[in-house]
């Protein structure tokens, strides 16, 4: 015979199970409907515009064949955000690299991960790893690609005085087993370097 | 700057003949004093003391004579080391044959393969007998692998050569010349019995020898030209004051000296193929030994002067491809460094052909260019070998160098690009260190000078060729004027890359113009060495 009070005692704890269940069931519902309700609220982009207002803006294309950089003007749409501008004008960059014929092809896998925008004056470009693996090797390609990227961003991003580029969010020895990528690139320097 | 072990210690070598001598009469006088005695322990004493002492004494005085061997061929010219191993002269197998063809080769364990163009050879370490293009041969002496490297007999040369090139070969076996195919250039004499008289020396090819003065005779040395006895080892001429000529050749070289009881004056003429030997007038030869005088100059700068207008040597004409290197007073160290090796294979040229392997063989031929133009040169590697960054900048640093000169290839584009490094921003410099990503930054005006001067050299050889900046290490590393070349090919296509006829011209401009700047380097460096206290990574 199981004495009284102990019966009573596994019947308030299975009571209290229960509702501390359905009290977790409630709270997690009411989290997930505050969620999206912050996430509706958020006007920010999540991607860049496909379509919408144009901007013109300069990019420095490199020409494997005359060994230099070109200048050349573009429409593309570009975002609010000055870290989202950077990452569009350089993916505006590679599409040029990544057509049939290209003067400097890239690989079609080549992408910009990211760009971080650290003041003062500092940027960090992140490439992704096709980017780097599949880029053909020597030195005139590999910097001409750099002083491509860097003096684009540093054209249309005012301010910018010191780029790093990442790889994967790592930094890499060398590009493509020439242009060292370990060290911070001095923007006037490079730029003072590519007009000559 | 580095000097050979020759250069270092000139006195012990000239006195080796005399300590010899007294070596011999301190041992004869001892002996003699030995068997007088009649003590066995002290006898027995006395001579292990003689012979320890004649042993450390031969170890430390033998001069170290550097041996070579200089190869001739329609393609290429250079010399190579020889080293001696078990009494036999050795050479290099890939060395020898890299600047010839395509060349590749495997060591493993004691098997050693190599393939020639289309030629499969295979070499055991120890064994004489090796099979090559599916045939035995027999060395006269064991085959040997060093650091991977194998090293074949110079006796055998002319034995199994022709099976590897399918030409004839020929080899000098006293002077360690090797003549690949018909390359030889034939010389004549023709004295003319002027006033005063003039002898003139017709080869059949351009030469370009070093030439000297010395009391009674001037002397040619044949280090890069296949000139070949001219049937005669002595010449006698029936005049008083040109007397004789005589030939000689030895250590990869040949050597022409014509005596003479007046100094003599030479000059080129006819595209190099004919030296015009002249008496200077008394009156001239009172110049030039008044101008021989100047510190820095020799004495047929003073020559020369004589005789201006003429394509006659100088040795202090830095305009003058042909200078002599023994006019460099001070020898220059010019590092080279064939970029990339191991593992680390460096651009893909062709699905076979890999950037480190077009280096390898670019850097010996750039070595041996430097090297008859007076530099002391340091290989950065020999072989197929891994070295990070910054061991290569370390090596050029601590060996203070005059100059470096790093090597790239590249399949893409025409010519050939010169670089000058692309300083970053620069770390923190602590006292009087200097911050190791920006150690070039003092040097880097000359670097600019050395890349525009090798720019000029290889636009005037029709060579496409334009300098830039860029960020490629170790360039900003080293603290010495530092260039980096980027070989790209010709008309011909990739296949120039591995010509060495391609490489020997990009080889000869590079050197031509280090050549033509070297006086700014001395500057550079001894206001460097004044100026740091250490660059350290």
């Known amino acids: 015979m199981i004495p009284r009070h102990l019966l009573i005692g596994v019947a308030t704890l299975l009571v209290l199970v229960v509702s501390m269940g359905i009290y977790l069931r409630q709270m997690r519902l009411r989290a997930r409907e505050l969620d999206y309700a912050e996430a509706e609220a958020d006007a920010s982009p999540v991607a860049p515009p496909t379509s919408g207002p144009t901007e013109t803006v300069t990019l420095y294309v490199a020409d494997d064949a005359a060994g230099t950089l070109r200048a050349r003007s573009a429409q593309i749409p570009l975002p609010g955000g000055r870290q989202q501008r950077a990452e569009e004008l350089l993916r505006a960059l590679l599409r040029i690299y990544q057509q049939p014929g290209a003067a400097h092809p890239l690989a079609p896998a080549a992408d910009i991960r990211s760009i971080f925008l650290v003041d003062p004056g500092a940027a960090v470009i992140d490439l992704n790893a096709a980017f780097a693996d599949q880029h053909r090797s020597g030195i005139l390609s590999e910097q001409l690609t750099v002083n491509s990227l860097v003096e684009t961003l540093a054209f249309n991003v005012p301010g910018i005085q010191r780029v790093n580029i990442l790889v994967e969010g790592k930094t890499r020895e060398t590009l493509a087993g020439h242009a060292d990528l370990t060290e911070t690139f001095d923007v006037p320097t490079l730029v003072q370097a590519g007009s000559q | ?537």
């Open chain 2, 1 to 537: 700057m580095r000097w050979s072990k020759r250069e270092q210690f000139p006195v012990l070598s000239s006195q080796f003949s005399v300590g010899s001598r007294v070596l011999s009469d301190v041992l004869r006088a001892g002996l003699r004093e030995i068997l007088r005695t009649e003590n066995w322990e002290l006898r027995t004493g006395s001579c292990l003391a003689i012979l320890l002492a004649a042993v450390i004494f031969l170890s430390a005085a033998a001069p170290d004579e550097d041996k070579h061997i200089s190869v001739f061929s329609p393609v290429a010219n250079y010399t190579l080391p020889v080293l001696e191993r078990s009494g036999h002269e050795y050479v290099g197998l890939l060395e020898l044959l890299e600047p010839l063809g395509r060349v590749t080769s495997h060591a493993s364990g004691r098997q050693w393969t190599l393939r020639y163009n289309k030629v499969d050879a295979e070499f055991v370490a120890g064994r004489t007998r090796a099979r090559i293009g599916g045939r035995d041969f027999d060395f006269t002496a064991p085959f040997v692998i060093e650091n991977s490297r194998g090293l074949v007999p110079l006796s055998s040369l002319s034995g199994f050569l022709p099976r590897f090139l399918g030409t004839s070969v020929t080899y000098r076996e006293s002077a360690r010349r090797l003549f690949v195919g018909e390359v030889g250039i034939q010389v004549s004499f023709q004295l003319e019995a002027t006033n005063p008289p003039r002898l003139n020396l017709n080869f059949s090819g351009p030469v370009n020898p070093t030439i000297s003065t010395e009391p009674g005779k001037l002397r040619m040395v044949f280090k890069r030209d296949p000139v070949v006895s001219p049937g005669s080892a002595s010449i006698s001429f029936d005049d008083k004051i040109i007397t004789q000529a005589n030939y000689t050749e030895g250590n990869g070289e040949a050597e022409l000296d014509v005596a003479a009881s007046e100094p003599l004056l030479a000059t080129f003429s006819n595209d190099r193929k004919t030296i015009v030997i002249s008496a200077v007038e008394q009156s001239a030869a009172v110049s030039a030994g008044t101008t021989s005088q100047n510190p820095g100059q020799t004495p047929n700068s003073g020559a020369a002067a004589a005789n201006p207008g003429a394509d006659a040597f100088s040795g202090n004409n830095t305009g003058n491809n042909n200078a002599s290197p023994n006019a460099t007073v001070h020898r220059i160290l010019a590092v080279v460094d064939p970029a990339h090796g191991g593992e680390e294979r460096g651009a893909a040229l062709t699905d076979k052909l890999a950037e480190k392997d077009v280096t390898l063989g670019f850097g010996r031929l750039l070595r041996h260019e430097l090297e008859i133009r007076g530099f002391a040169v340091a290989l950065l590697r020999e072989g197929d070998t891994t070295s990070n960054l910054d061991q290569r900048a370390s090596a050029a640093n601590v060996a203070h160098a005059g100059v470096y000169i790093s090597l790239h290839a590249v399949s893409q584009g025409t010519g050939a690009h010169v670089y000058t490094a692309l300083l970053p921003v620069e770390g923190t410099s602590k006292g009087t260190f200097h911050a190791w990503n920006a150690a070039q930054a003092p040097a880097l005006p000359i670097s600019h000078l050395v890349a525009t001067a090798i720019v000029a050299e290889f636009q005037k050889r029709q060579f496409p060729a334009r300098d830039s900046s860029a960020s490629l290490r170790p360039l900003n590393n080293v603290f010495m004027p530092a260039v980096a070349v980027e070989l790209a090919p010709g008309a011909g296509g990739v296949g120039d890359l591995t010509s060495a006829n391609y490489q020997q011209r990009a080889a000869a401009a590079i050197a031509d113009a280090v050549f033509s700047v070297r006086d700014r380097f001395g500057v550079q460096l001894g206001a460097q060495l004044g100026a740091q206290s250490g660059v350290r990574p």
